[in-house]
């Protein structure tokens, strides 16, 4: 009988000790879902990641990359089938209709208010939704207008320009001396790159989307004057009429290769234009600044093209996600790529503009475009508004209707949805 019980103990032991090692080694594993262009690189987020696991051992996880253009679809196919993502990169237009369905989890009481205080406060509403919060903040862009300083100063342009009038002006001196076939390069294709582009602008002419009742007002008053601005330049030969087919990567292309004297992009063009031989041929000649405005009416323009790192609802490993997300959002990390993208944090701007480094220029660009950063309606539907909004403009640039027709019809058809 005592042979038996000991034996007993011995097996239950053993047992014991398979099951703490076992335990010891178990890992969580966390599902990434990133995209591929624009704002941090594919390689700045693994080298984030990787410095991450060193920290966390008993962490595993499995990183994925996709197109902007996909990055929605996935989110959301996720969440209806039950499964998938940990962590999701997710567009500052899309909290509403995140909250709403519920595929984001509401991280409100997981951001103390130390922390909400030091992030630039213009940064939050890409990750708010009624008062509550979807994720944290993560590469608080806006869009900005380089320029080639060798094609300017070829031209005899030594002032930049303080409207978006003396952009045009500009361009046409330098098309009218041969330096540039089209000086200036959009990303206007059919996709919410436009979107952005046309938002930027519709704040230089005091546009608005909606009315006091909610219904479509970007067909009159700024917004219309917008599209129309974007339609005569390109009617006037001043902005290359591939801008039509353009994403921002497309952009880049074209000025890099020193084919444009400006062009509107996100912060992360800077570093790849001005300082990298590998992509560009224009290193050292890349200007930045603040968008400019229209007289009488704004100063700068600019859109809000904010992202957020949140929790799908459905994970399983909310506090091993939340441990990641602070990681990658926390000021250290942030300043450290800041050449990709600009941190959320307000004594970022501060220290970098102090200590004057060769990027500077965007530096101050940044801080003044987050001080007034126009956002895209927060509606439930807006994938749908946005759709809508992206053929109207498609129609007018090419000419296949006027922009009053085009923004017109837009704006019965979403008034009656």
């Keep these: 009988m005592g042979m038996i019980r000991k034996s007993a103990f011995a097996v239950m032991g053993a047992a014991l000790t398979l099951a703490l090692a076992g335990a010891a080694q178990a890992q969580t594993t966390l599902n990434a879902l990133f995209q591929a262009q624009a704002g941090y690189s594919e390689s700045d987020v693994r080298a984030m990641t990787d410095a991450y696991l060193k920290m966390h051992p008993d962490v595993q996880i499995k990183l994925e990359f996709v197109p902007y253009e996909s990055l929605h679809d996935k989110i959301t196919l996720a969440a209806g089938s039950g499964q998938g993502y940990d962590v999701v990169l997710f567009d500052v237009i899309w909290p509403a209709e995140f909250a709403e369905n519920k595929i984001l989890l509401d991280v409100t009481d997981r951001i103390d208010a130390k922390e909400r205080d030091a992030v630039e406060t213009g940064a939050w509403t890409s990750t708010q939704y009624k008062g509550r919060d979807f994720g944290m903040p993560w590469s608080a862009d806006s869009k900005y207008l380089f320029y080639n300083k060798d094609m300017l100063a070829k031209a005899g342009i030594t002032e930049l320009p303080k409207s978006w009038d003396d952009v045009m002006k500009d361009a046409a001196i330098i098309k009218q001396k041969g330096i540039a076939e089209y000086p200036i390069v959009w990303s206007w294709s059919q996709n919410e790159a436009a979107i952005c582009d046309y938002a930027l602008l519709m704040q230089a002419f005091g546009g608005k989307w909606t009315d006091d009742a909610g219904k479509p007002a970007f067909q009159t008053g700024g917004g219309l004057e917008a599209l129309k601005f974007m339609q005569k330049s390109v009617k006037d030969g001043l902005t290359n009429p591939n801008s039509t087919q353009y994403l921002e990567e497309d952009v880049r292309g074209v000025f890099s290769s020193g084919k444009a004297a400006f062009a509107l ?153």
């Design 265 to 417: 992009n996100w912060s992360y063009m800077y570093d790849l234009a001005q300082n990298s031989t590998k992509d560009s041929q224009i290193t050292g000649k890349v200007g930045v600044m603040a968008p400019p405005g229209v007289p009488g009416i704004s100063t700068i323009a600019t859109v809000n093209g904010a992202q957020g790192l949140g929790i799908p609802a459905n994970t399983k490993n909310a506090d091993a996600a939340w441990s990641y997300i602070q990681y990658l959002t926390s000021p250290e990390v942030e300043t450290k790529y800041s050449g990709s993208s600009p941190p959320i944090w307000k004594t970022y701007f501060k220290d970098a503009i102090a200590k004057n480094p060769p990027n500077v220029d965007l530096i101050k660009a940044q801080d003044a475009s987050f001080n007034a950063l126009f956002n895209r309606p927060s509606v439930p539907d807006y994938q749908q508004f946005s759709a809508r909004l992206q053929q109207a403009l498609q129609q007018a640039l090419l000419g296949q209707a006027t922009p009053e027709d085009a923004l017109k019809s837009a704006a019965a058809d979403l008034s009656s949805k």
